[in-house]
């Protein structure tokens, strides 16, 4: 079955709420829950939390049903939020186990490899439960079918480490569902943002082939998907100055340089149908490969082009309905809803950082925190301004710096007041940034 906008407005939502509350687990049900009511009519919303969310090991999942009680949805989480910009490849390098392959199980036999991480990350998938019932996502699948005559259509869905994981569920849960317990009526639908590749040429063919509509939408500006099968064009991926992969250090450059050869012939991306891509953020005068990179990468760049290529929004007040305009319409609507979220993935960054400060266990680690994130001078004073904190034209960067390191270690902001932080555009102009 075709992917429809619906349907990716629907995933891309469901991938965003995946990362609801991963500091604070104990708000996340009722989050994710409020955020599943507000997805709109036009992208078969509102949605109901059915299973889950389980969680194993830092892997989280849930399972959804749309309005029409016959669509259900498998979200992931990507990865934590909270790891900063700098330990990106790093976390990749170490967590996705990238440099070894193992067989893929689902079914057993022939040459289809994949990471031997992500096969870790599936198996948590599988052993995951739900808080309640303590049913296996498995389990509760089956219980599906067989409520609806044999029948199910899944969403899978999932942003960076979550499209990963997305794309391997999908393939196993049709082994599963359709191969082993012999289902005719199963319609798998994998929607994938910012996914790195998982595994070989043999299990790219495997894949396209179970799932000949599989959707993956893929910012160019965004070196996540090139991981793993195009390190070089990672290490170059952004115009000077300094942005390079060696601004992580010379030993993860080095990394990336030995293996990009071997990496490229060993992972490869799905091809058919081509992914969907658009170009993100470059800023004006690109400073760090990291700020560049995180911006990139983030789901709410992702979240913002589907909100403005299929204009389903979300309409002030409780009706939720997809907004009808005319072609010069629908553009100036789009331009908006891109700079709505513009100034949302400003907000987030901010909203990250902060929260990394609240949880800093000493003033040096807070002082590191700032350090790691490489803020000018009119940033800080933008960080100062959103925690109330006088700023004089005589404050040097370095003091201004000291002065957001005490507020923040002496107040112990709560997680309601960073999460109040209205959203601002704090640093930029939006609407150039829009308008490309």
């Known amino acids: 079955m075709p992917v429809t906008p619906g349907d990716k407005r629907a995933a891309v939502e469901l991938a965003a709420l995946a990362y609801s509350d991963e500091v604070n687990p ?27 969310p389980g969680e194993i090991e830092g892997v989280m999942g849930y399972v959804a049903l749309a309005n029409d009680e016959t669509q259900y ?12 910009a700098h330990e990106f490849l790093d976390n ?29 990350a599936l198996g948590y998938a599988a052993l995951m ?5 303590h049913t296996h996502l498995l389990d509760f699948l089956r219980g599906v079918i067989k409520a609806n005559d044999d029948s199910l259509h899944l969403l899978v869905t999932g942003h960076s480490l979550g499209g990963a994981l997305a794309q391997l569920a999908s393939q196993w849960l049709y082994h599963q569902l359709v191969e082993v317990d012999k289902n005719e009526e199963i319609y798998i639908t994998p929607l994938t943002f910012a996914a790195p590749t998982t595994g070989n040429q043999q299990f790219a063919t495997l894949f396209q082939t179970t799932f000949p509509t599989n959707y993956a939408l893929v910012n160019t500006l ?6 793993w099968w195009n390190l070089d064009g990672i290490q170059h991926m952004y115009p000077p100055p300094a942005q390079t992969v060696a601004q992580f250090g010379v030993a993860v450059a080095g990394l990336l340089a030995l293996y990009k050869d071997s990496l490229a012939q060993a992972y490869r991306p799905v091809t058919a149908p081509p992914a969907d891509t658009f170009r993100g953020w470059m800023p004006e005068h690109p400073d760090k490969f990291a700020h560049t990179m995180e911006s990139n990468h983030t789901i709410s760049i992702y979240k913002g082009h ?10 002030a007040g409780s009706r939720n309905k997809l907004k009808a305009a005319t072609k010069a319409g629908q553009a100036k609507s789009r331009t908006r809803h891109v700079t709505e979220n513009i100034s949302g993935i400003v907000h987030e960054r901010w909203h990250r950082m902060l929260t ?3 949880q800093a266990p000493s003033r040096q680690a807070a002082a590191d925190v700032i350090a790691r994130q490489s803020l000018t001078r009119k940033e800080l004073e933008e960080v100062a301004r959103i925690l109330d904190i006088h700023v004089s034209r005589e404050d ?14 002496g107040s112990r902001l709560s997680s309601e007041a960073i999460r109040d932080i209205p959203r601002r555009q704090y640093v930029g102009d939006p609407e150039k940034l829009a308008r490309g």
């Open 396 to 409: 040097k960067s370095d003091v201004l710096a000291a002065k957001i390191v005490e507020t923040t270690i």
């Open 222 to 227: 965004d070196i996540v998907p090139m991981a």
């Open 73 to 84: 949805a498998l979200a992931f989480r990507g990865s934590l939020g909270e790891i900063m």
């Open 306 to 315: 589907v909100v403005a290529e299929t204009g389903i929004v979300v309409e």
């Open 26 to 52: 104990a708000n996340r049900v009722a989050d994710i829950k409020a955020g599943l009511a507000k997805i709109p009519a036009a992208a078969n919303g509102p949605w109901t939390l059915v299973w889950g």
């Open 356 to 358: 990394a400060l609240r």
């Open 92 to 120: 990749w390098l170490v967590d996705t186990d990238t440099f070894r392959q193992v067989p893929w199980q689902f079914p057993q036999g022939g040459e289809v490899k994949v990471s031997a991480g992500m096969t870790k």
């Open 129 to 133: 439960t739900d808080q309640t019932t």
